[in-house]
């Protein structure tokens, strides 16, 4: 089994939600996510992210006016 990357994941992630126990754990913040339909914070540009809306619905309506 691979070893987790989280200290170097966390150097990378661009998710504002505080507190996350999920933070730097990116397979499981894809598998939170994707239960609800949502993609996790790191996809969305960054005025997106902030709006916490991670839903497929955002992710289409944003990059379909790219
Ligand atoms: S995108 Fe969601 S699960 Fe992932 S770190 Fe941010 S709040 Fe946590």
Sequence with gaps: ???????????KCTCTYEPCSRKGICCDCIEYHWKMGELPGCLFPPEVERTYDRSLAR????????
């Design 1 to 11: 089994m691979a070893e987790c990357k989280k200290e170097t994941n966390l150097t």
């Design 59 to 66: 992710f289409i309506a944003t990059y379909s006016r790219v």
